[in-house]
């Protein structure tokens, strides 16, 4: 979730044979297993193209939480701008290879839209407000909390025209999940003033929440141009956006007089790992594989992040150990509650 929680998404062809779409807006061309460029065939990708992709998801989201808590709360740079800046010239990085590779990075009018919206719905909302969480909170918790994703999706997908409903099942697994959102807020609501002590709780799920609608944005509404074409604009929008927002706060007269190796090792690995091999892994899944496969990753990534934290010094707590496992039994249930419209 990072950056965490860091475009558009756009979902592939589910299950279900297809309804016939009224307008061409809600059509994708089938892409190439390979390359991520519009193909000219609907053969699905190879297995190993999927198995790698899933790995580089798992792997490089997992980790970016303890990067970003290095960057923003130990190193304490400030969160718009060290996010902003980051995910930008990971755009410019992207762009610049679809040139290098001879692929078009023209937008036709009508996709100009969908590309706005998502990158300010994933990068402004969704990393911007988890770089803001990592000021104060442990890695493993910021993990957890964003591993509710799915259940987000899952509830706004029902006020889509022929989204997904929530079956008895799901919504049991809807609660479970809130429940273990709870437990790992127990320790801080124990305290008189728990529920305003810490913005960073209210901060993390508000960017599971804009990161869910993002992804239900670009499931619906699919850009014609190739994947890589999308996501290098939607990454320097949005990057572009969190850093005016972080010079709008004043956060140029925050930055750290000198800038440290541990600094510069926490932002290469979040550009190289978070903003660019894992956004494009997901960005590419998203296309040839359904909502709930690729939701995976919501059981993976918070193990990683939990087993980092603990490494670097966060308590291994039973509210944190007991909130992931009701965390992911709730997802579970979402995701397999879920009723097609």
């Given at each position: ?182 437990l790992v807020w127990m320790p801080r609501l124990q305290s008189p003033d728990g529920f305003t002590a810490n913005v960073g709780v209210f901060a993390v799920l508000g960017s599971a929440c804009s990161w869910a ?129």
């Amino acid at each position: 979730m990072s950056t965490t929680k860091q475009a558009a998404a756009k979902f592939a062809q589910t299950e279900r044979p297809a309804k016939p779409a009224k307008s061409s807006r809600l059509l994708s061309p089938p892409y190439n297993a390979l390359d991520m460029s519009p193909a000219v065939t609907d053969r699905p990708p190879a297995r190993w193209a999927l198995i790698l992709a899933f790995a580089l998801v798992y792997f490089c989201w997992g980790t970016t939480y303890l990067a970003l808590k290095i960057g923003v709360q130990q190193e304490q740079w400030p969160p718009c701008l060290f996010g902003g800046v980051r995910v930008c010239i990971a755009g410019l990085l992207i762009l610049a290879c679809q040139v290098c590779r001879g692929q078009s990075i023209a937008l036709v009018a009508g996709d100009r839209w969908i590309v706005v919206v998502c990158a300010l719905l994933l990068f402004v909302g969704g990393n911007g407000l988890i770089n803001v969480a990592s000021q104060t909170l442990d890695s493993g918790v910021s993990a957890v909390l964003a591993a509710t994703t799915p259940l987000w999706i899952a509830f706004f997908a029902m006020f889509w025209p022929h989204g997904d409903r929530l079956t008895p099942r799901g919504w049991l697994g809807l609660f479970i999940g809130l429940g273990g959102v709870l437990l790992v807020w127990m320790p801080r609501l124990q305290s008189p003033d728990g529920f305003t002590a810490n913005v960073g709780v209210f901060a993390v799920l508000g960017s599971a929440c804009s990161w869910a609608i993002g992804s239900l944005v670009g499931r619906h509404y699919r850009v014609r141009c190739s994947h890589l074409t999308a996501a290098g604009y939607q990454t320097l929008l949005g990057g572009g956006c969190l850093a005016l927002v972080g010079f709008a706060l004043g956060e140029q007269h925050d930055l750290p007089d000198h800038i440290t190796a541990k600094t510069m090792a926490a932002f290469f690995w979040l550009l190289i790992f978070g903003s660019l091999i894992g956004f494009i892994a997901y960005n590419w899944l998203l296309a040839h594989v359904s909502v709930t496969q690729v939701g995976t990753y919501a059981y993976v990534n918070p193990a990683i992040a939990v087993v980092l934290g603990i490494a670097d010094g966060e308590p291994a707590t039973v509210w944190l150990f007991g909130g992931i496992v009701v965390v992911l039994v709730g997802v579970a249930l979402v995701r397999g509650g879920l009723r097609k419209c």
